[in-house]
């Protein structure tokens, strides 16, 4: 017996801290960390994406601009491909200078690149696409055409197509919209 004890110890006391490790692990993820370790070690993306919403939900100031896009940095940096985060970014972005900036185009681009068909995003994306139709590229110009004709000839009751497309005010983004609108129709 004697010649087992400190393996045994030694094993056991291994086995007490990973247990102990992956409580406290646990713990921090579900926000509940004890003294001992301050804030949370991650959080969710997901209270990031809707502080973010919070900022952008009303005439957001300057400061607000800045606080929901931080937020949503922090949602993409927890999870890369939340679209909703990217275009919250990019609404910032937009609304910050007046205009779609190469960073927004960048940002456009890369959600079409992760996503290209993403209902969760696709009424504002294609609508954002559209109403700065001038600035985008061809092939970000096919990307939102493309999710236009998927989820317009799917019918989609989370994604109105058509709504979208009666509603675009930019010159040149109405004139595809209103193509567009013939080709659903056939």
Known sequence: MRRWGWPLVTAAGVSAAALLLSIAGLAALLGQAGPFMGSTLLGFATGHDQRAFDLLAHR???????????????????????????MRLLFADTTRHGRLTPAGLALFARSYDLIP???TVAAWRIGFGLEHWATLTPDLRSAVFAEALAFGRAGSQDVNVRAVLSNVRDPQGR????????????
Request: aromatic residues 10%; glycine residues 4%.
């Open 117 to 119: 068909y993403d209902y």
């Open 175 to 186: 004139l595809a919209a209103a193509l567009w609108l013939q080709t659903l129709k056939r």
């Open 60 to 86: 957001p100031t300057p400061a607000g601009l800045a606080k929901a896009g931080a937020e949503s940095e922090m949602a993409l940096a927890l999870s890369p491909y939340d679209n909703a985060a990217r």
